[in-house]
């Protein structure tokens, strides 16, 4: 038994459930699901489908040939087929903020993420004994003003020997380069300690305490090039009041911050989302 | 340009998505929502369908004949088809609390709910006065112990002369009779003032103070013969602490019971809600 | 029996609640309700305390001289004493929108709200109807560029004549005066569709829709001459996903602003909420 | 400087307040909080204080002895003064889950919680590499119908040795004996994978699922002689659909469990809590 996830995104027009559900039917596939989504103010039109495939003789790489020439390039589809053997590969980057961390190796542990950790890059060494202590190779890769590019160059090597399919930045404290933005669009998790598009930036603790707020939030978004603006995956809040100082607020946030970042990991992992116009589709 | 609604369950088995969305292909039908979801404990398949067919020639009563033979009865299904043209027709029975009366009048005058309610039922004549400012006819039916049987049949006479649809108890404080439950299956929603299934029965905020819950909640469900047992549609909450008493906990609720009976109607009404095993499939 | 409520803030120091107490215990009053806060980084103290004073010959006047004497002018507070005998008097601003009018007035109605709701000011006739039902006067005061200030005299004229304590603008579409604002500073309450400060301005749904959040919300607030800006009072939120429209986001965020604004209104009718620095103390 | 942290709870009466606010006055203390709390249906009275004393001739311990005389003994009260400087010790009870174990373990660590774990009991050794890579010592104490006694007796030398305070069972899959429970009253905190009075006992997402509810909770409580029916200290609750199999809501649940347990132990370790009735009053 193979199993296979079509995600689809293209120009909406009449016949495209039947033209594709027919498809696999065809193919011997059995659909065990399918969601669909339609943009009205664009007129696009998005599918998540997966479907089993228990004959013998079964190709996934036949079936993505056959699905390009007789679907893809007919609706002129945007298109990837996913083949649920093989799990994805997640880098981790962190500062010195651990609370992530924890909660991501301890996750990784239980068995709850369907993922690989390969490694984990740090410009500091404080986190170092927590990934000795998960047995994770943690790579100290320092980066100042002069050994910027330097220092992301051997990023980008790690990246490719083992060959990483998306970035996790699990509270890491520099920004993103376009170079490595471009070498993985929509494929670099951040996690940003505010509700956004609330407070965006540096301190977002310390601006919501001075605004007042009694909600505070954080968001898990795909990185893009303009700070804290990417496409957003999953948000959360939590009430506060004025008896909770900046403290406070930063230890409520580490909570949020934790459970919504492995919300987006886990959302991602398992191709539940689809990225256009700098919003997500995310079929759950 | 006709739309049509499609509710389908039966047993699992493959193929059946590529079937419907192929037969509603050939009768020129455009499909513009599909979710699906299958009970993989009980092996059941559920499946909601939205088409739009803008044919002249297009007749929904052809079509269901035809889904009839060519694909209900050899999937075994048990399906509804609605056509958008007709809104349901809901009746209200309310006893003497006005607060979920007032507001979904109020969502009725303001175009919120896709529905008609031709009339209010009350065993109260306590407000009478909210109906007529509304200008909905108001049948005042008192129930007692020797006129039950009088008393439901006049409401029996009245559901059948409006031909509602389905029915609605905004905290009406009788019990529904197993007759009236028999001829509207799942067709007759209650709010129930608790986080079912905590607190079955009566006084369930008195039961929660007494309990020192930190979290109450309110529970709207289709009516079975079991006390407040039956499949839940919706459900909502919020915090409180030992500062709220019996009367903080009521006011409080009132928010909540509103809400949450009027999303439950909405979702009814909408075609949204699938019964089977005494739980409910929301497609939303 | 008489019950006040006295409200302070002033330079933190010690002994204050010490001398409070004892104060009131001289007076022979039995504290029932005291909270205090202290904004560590401003050096500020807050208090909100209730007592009952059960001897005949208690005069709240002259608690009031006795207080500032004793307690108010050493301690340099800023201070309010509330007689539980007057409910305060609340003027509803209402332009088209009658989600919110509806919610208030069935509350008021139901005895919920612990005020006097005297008139209904709008820019629009379209609501004169649901007022006529509810049984308030309503003045129907259209602005115009050329007519504002005259307006806004004929509002001053209404809240005077009544003797106003506070306005809620419920939904009402016209910016307030510098005027109106310091004649009544923080006493007019604005329920603004989004959390804030996120969204500011104008169609905040639209925008919430175009940056693809995943929840939504709404806050009350102070009006202040900043737009949007004032100090809040209370938030809400609700999840959304990207099969929601914006007509979806207008009609969900309804039930958030309606709870919402009512919350703001108890707090304040309750005199439950201090201000400073453009933020708020709950005292709940 | 000095700081003290006062628990009272006796039956209402006038002038409480006043008398133990003048009492620390005298002694030269500064009051930094004040709570309070009046059960009306019961007439008892609660009181939670934290006052700091910075002349260095104060003694807790005379301190102790002169409340007793002076307060405590006239207003009959129940009463607990802690003293900051002393961290409150606590012993951690695990079985095979592991998710809770690594949240906490990751919170000691980050220094987030204001306590200290001495040692960690298991019944069984799966969970002993975590303990060693945490470096906390891990007593492996199996518990069979023939050695229960024996096991108790080993596990209440380990808590006498250690001094412990308070008891936290990390999902501890065995019976609390009433012995032990005896010992430490209200100081045994379990979590409990439901939204309590909901789904008491073993099993609980099962049920849920069964039962087809909208939202599942986790509950932190103190253990007593009644299963799942002790004081309740937090809930927590998220929303669920049909769409969730039992491993989903596992899964869920984890997040939910992980927060409540570790909101509760931090609650209890600060001194937040005061128990009456089987509730709590919770002076967050």
Same sequence: chains 1, 2, 3, 4.
């Avoid at 020439?69 to 962190?94: E, G, T």
């Avoid at 047995?135 to 980066?143: E, L, T």
């Avoid at 090597?157 to 996790?168: R, S």
Wanted: with cysteine; hydrophobic share 40%.
């Amino acid at each position: 038994m193979q199993k296979i996830t079509i995600l689809i995104h293209c120009k909406d027009r009449p016949n495209i459930i039947a033209s594709v559900t027919n498809f696999i039917a065809k193919k011997d596939g059995n659909i065990v699901y399918i969601d669909q989504h339609v943009d009205r103010e664009q007129n696009i039109f998005f599918m998540r489908l997966e479907s089993e495939f228990s004959k013998e003789s079964f190709s996934a790489d036949a079936f993505r040939d056959a699905f390009r020439i007789n679907l893809a390039d007919i609706f002129d589809m945007k298109w990837r087929i996913y083949s649920s053997a093989r799990k994805p590969k997640m880098a981790l980057f962190v500062s010195k903020y651990d609370h992530c961390l924890y909660d991501l190796l301890g996750r990784y542990n239980s068995g709850e993420l369907n993922l690989e950790i390969p490694f984990i890059i740090s410009n500091h060494l404080d986190l170092k004994p927590i990934a000795d202590n998960f047995k994770i190779p943690y790579y100290f890769i320092p980066v100042t003003k002069e050994t910027k590019a330097e220092a992301e160059q051997k990023q980008l090597d790690l990246l490719e020997k083992y060959q990483i399919n998306f970035i996790v930045l699990a509270r890491y404290m520099q920004i993103i380069s376009e170079k490595l933005i471009a070498e993985f669009p929509n494929k670099i998790i951040n996690i940003h300690h505010s509700f956004l598009p609330a407070f965006v930036g540096a301190k977002p603790y310390h601006s919501a305490f001075k605004r007042g707020v009694k909600i505070i939030g954080a968001t898990s978004h795909y990185v893009t090039e303009e700070l804290d603006a990417g496409p957003i995956i999953d948000q959360g809040v939590t009430r506060v009041s004025h008896s909770h100082s900046i403290e406070d607020l930063i230890s409520k946030g580490r909570d949020l911050e934790k459970i919504v970042l492995a919300n987006a990991i886990k959302l991602h992992a398992n191709r539940k989302v689809m990225v256009y116009n700098n919003k997500t589709v995310i079929f759950s």
